[in-house]
């Protein structure tokens, strides 16, 4: 894949378009219909629900009626790990920015009376454009990969720029001590959901908190900001809408974009959470800002004169990762898990919890 071709099991064609409903994710239509005759304006009948293939968390289906298209995420059902899965703090960052003109999808309703479909969920509209799911962007030629990246990039510095009090999201989240905070969270889902002892995460959960950067900013972030949490326009090599705003909060920008930045360091193909890797790619030649040049891309924009602390941003993130395919991992276990490649994904907790060490020997750690 490292010459932006295509692969023969692509991830674009496991993860794009939609299929039907899984036995374990099924609801009752017939309430969804009458639910959304009455809460979702214009809309009319009858509903065909069907699945996307992709999303690894919250479950994501495809409303289909004769006049238009919509999106349902919901929480899934089953046992749940503790603030994981809040659908309404989705809809309430959805809902703030696309208020502004911020390239997110238009919101109908949120319900969070379980006996309509068993979950809470929200509805909001179905964005028509191109998932692109392979980060070295197969079938495009130089000067669209470029501008994709640019487009990325741009519109993550738009997010971090964002005025969050004065769109409503001044409670969206505790502004500063952002890294510990998250090094809280992932260890907790960690330990939660462990399945083996991994000695790397266990040292990294008692590095990390003691090696915080001193810098503090707050921004509005995303969480898993990445090409293929994004629509671009259909013709166009531009973002049309962000999606994915599970893990968003009030936190640090710096954490948020490096978090985008894996894809330049992850190794081999990618070891899961969707970032993929773009590490061993010959970038120049297909057009793909590398990685100093991204970063000089956002510091422009967001007036930042560089980035310090990078091992240990690359030590945080590759730890956080590994939290999150762990709480897959738990899910997996449980029966709960929302994508059939959530096992494979689980699998690669280890490997990076192994990087994460590696980045953090880096920044000084014994």
């Excluded at 560089?306 to 990762?321: E, S, T, V």
């Amino acid at each position: 894949m490292s010459n932006g071709t295509p692969t023969e099991a692509s991830r674009q064609d496991q993860f794009s378009g939609t299929k039907d409903v899984v036995e374990s994710h099924r609801f009752d239509a017939a309430s969804l219909e009458a639910y959304m005759r009455e809460h979702v304006e214009g809309f009319t009948g009858p509903l065909e629900v069907r699945q996307f293939k992709g999303g690894q968390s919250n479950p994501t289906y495809q409303l289909v009626t004769p006049n238009r298209k919509y999106v349902l995420r919901r929480k899934p059902p089953g046992k749940l790990l503790p603030s994981a899965h809040a659908v309404d703090r989705e809809y309430k960052v959805i809902t703030a920015l696309h208020s502004v003109g911020f390239p997110a999808p238009r919101t109908y309703c949120l319900c969070e009376d379980d006996s309509v479909i068993g979950t809470a969920f929200y509805i909001m509209d179905m964005v028509e454009g191109r998932v692109l799911w392979e980060p070295l962007l197969p079938g495009q030629d130089p000067a669209t990969r470029w501008k994709i990246y640019d487009s990325l990039n741009e519109t993550m510095a738009r997010l971090h720029t964002v005025d969050y009090e004065a769109i409503g999201l001044g409670d969206f989240g505790k502004p500063g001590n952002y890294f510990m905070r998250q090094i809280s969270r992932w260890s907790k889902q960690y330990v939660a959901s462990e399945t083996e002892t991994i000695t790397e995460m266990n040292r990294l959960m008692e590095w990390l908190p003691e090696n915080v950067p001193t810098d503090d900013s707050t921004s509005i972030v995303h969480g898993d900001y990445r090409l293929d949490n994004t629509i671009l326009h259909p013709t166009e090599p531009k973002v049309i809408a962000v999606l994915d705003w599970e893990l968003s909060t009030l936190g640090h920008p710096i954490g948020d974009f490096t978090y985008s930045c894996m894809q330049w360091v992850m190794p081999g193909q990618g070891t899961g959470g969707g970032t993929g890797s773009i590490a061993s790619a010959d970038l120049k030649s297909l057009g793909i800002p590398t990685l100093d040049e991204y970063i000089k891309m956002y510091c422009e924009r967001t007036n930042r004169s560089g980035i310090d602390n990078l091992d240990f941003y690359f030590a945080y993130n590759f730890f956080r990762l590994a939290g999150i395919l762990q709480g897959i991992a738990g899910r997996v276990r449980d029966g709960t898990a929302s994508s059939e490649h959530a096992k494979t994904m689980s699998q690669n907790v280890r490997p990076l919890a192994v990087e994460a060490w590696k980045y953090a020997q880096r920044a000084g750690a014994k």
